[in-house]
């Protein structure tokens, strides 16, 4: 089993930026991927980025590619994700996600561990 907090939401107006941050604790080696996803209001879950943790290759969803980054610090257990030219679309709690799955890409159904959220408000 694996525990994911994260950090990093709040409120911001278009245009900012904002850095979300997740810290993985338990069963942590034998992780592949880690990520995050978002679910706005009335809308469905969406995948927004992940990272395969062994050797750093990144996922974009063509939402956020080319004005997010997620990245991993050298323990491999935290995950940040850079959002920038933030929109009101964005709008969302975010959460953090881990799994063990070889190939999990940004499907949901793959991702065994869930964090609480944090919201991300974005004001026009």
């Known amino acids: 089993q694996v525990q994911l907090a994260e950090s990093g939401g709040g409120s911001v107006q278009a245009g900012g930026s904002l850095t979300l941050s997740c810290a993985a604790s338990g069963a942590t080696n034998r992780l592949n991927y880690m990520g995050w996803f978002r679910q706005a209001l009335g809308k469905a879950r969406e995948g927004v980025a992940a990272i395969y943790t062994r050797t750093g290759g990144t996922i974009y969803a063509g939402s956020v590619k080319g004005r997010s980054t997620i990245a991993q610090d050298n323990t491999k257990k935290t995950v940040s994700l850079q959002l920038n030219n933030l929109e009101p679309e964005d709008t969302a709690m975010y959460y953090c996600?881990?799994?063990?799955?070889?190939?999990?890409?940004?499907?949901?159904?793959?991702?065994?561990?869930w964090g609480q959220g944090t919201q991300v408000t974005v004001s026009s």
């Open positions: 996600v881990a799994s063990y799955h070889s190939d999990a890409g940004l499907s949901a159904t793959n991702y065994g561990s």
